[in-house]
């Protein structure tokens, strides 16, 4: 593990836009959470999706990864509770939007995540996830470069592929230079539709051509994953029985058994 005193940290990633990061990040963050881990999500995006779907105001929030980033603030300092137990945010504050510019010209920009990262010193997490922003850009080299492992949520739609090999190719090079010791633990696809025959066709792609890698479990499309934001909880909370929650409720154990190996 690379940050013994913070715990395994996993960024959930990939320059595609909506193709269910976020979504991802809360559910399986809240779900592990619910099985009685001690769980911390970073929300890395200058959206704020993972924010607000917790229920935070962004307006509100004082300090954030961008301060983090900035090296203004510790870790420590910027984590608020949320309202489910076990699972703590790192919010994302608007200025996190212009981070990317300001970071260009700090030193070593691409380990800002990481340094502070090893300078936590509170009570460790067993799991913590980073929700990435949609492009390849410096954030998500921060977090890759701070990460064990990555994540990468696939939605099953003709394009699902594409911009893959892109994906693939900087990980090797953050492993190659910055982080030899990521980990490419998972594909998780999303947005299943298994009465599609294309939804069901790209399923079949991907696992026959990654293998292991992609999780057993599968996440269906489901009307309660995408409604829940907007009561500012996990779909668990907003309705503990749909597919969506249970799909997530499924991936977490997955995890926890494939980390056990
Ligand atoms: P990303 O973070 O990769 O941009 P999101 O998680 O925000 O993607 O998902 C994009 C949109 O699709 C959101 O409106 C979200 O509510 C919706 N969505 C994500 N996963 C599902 C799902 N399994 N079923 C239905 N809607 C989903
Ligand atoms: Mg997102």
Do not use: W
């Not at 980073?130 to 977090?143: F, G, K, Q, R, Y």
Request: glycine share 6%; charged share 20%.
């Amino acid at each position: 593990m690379k940050h013994q005193q913070f715990g395994p940290v996993t960024a959930v990633a990939n320059q595609k836009g909506g193709v269910g990061k976020t979504t991802t990040s809360i559910n399986l963050a809240a779900s592990l959470a619910a099985l009685d881990q001690r769980v911390l999500l970073i929300d890395l995006d200058p959206q704020g999706n993972s924010t607000s779907g917790l229920g935070i105001d962004q307006a509100n929030v004082e300090t954030g990864t961008y301060d983090v980033l900035m090296s203004e603030s510790g870790v420590s300092d910027a984590i608020v509770t949320t309202d489910c137990e076990n699972l703590f945010l790192l919010p994302a504050t608007m200025d996190l939007a212009g981070a990317e510019v300001e970071l260009v010209n700090e030193p070593g920009r691409e380990q800002r995540m990481k340094n502070a990262f090893a300078a936590y010193a509170g009570e460790p997490f067993d799991h913590v996830f980073i929700d990435c922003p949609p492009a390849l850009s410096l954030l998500t080299v921060n977090a890759l470069t701070a990460s064990d492992y990555i994540m990468v949520t696939l939605q099953t739609e003709f394009y699902a592929m594409e911009g893959l090999t892109q994906l693939m190719d900087t990980i090797r090079r953050i492993r190659r230079g910055l982080n030899p010791e990521l980990n490419m633990e998972g594909i998780l696809l999303t947005m299943v539709d298994r009465r599609n025959n294309l939804s069901c066709q790209v399923e079949q792609d991907v696992r026959a051509y990654f293998g292991s890698q992609v999780y057993e479990n599968a996440i269906p499309r489901n009307v309660r994953l995408s409604e829940a934001p907007s009561f500012g909880v996990p779909a668990m909370y907003h309705d503990l029985k749909s597919k969506g929650a249970q799909a997530y409720l499924a991936v977490a154990q997955e995890l926890m058994q494939r980390r056990a190996l």
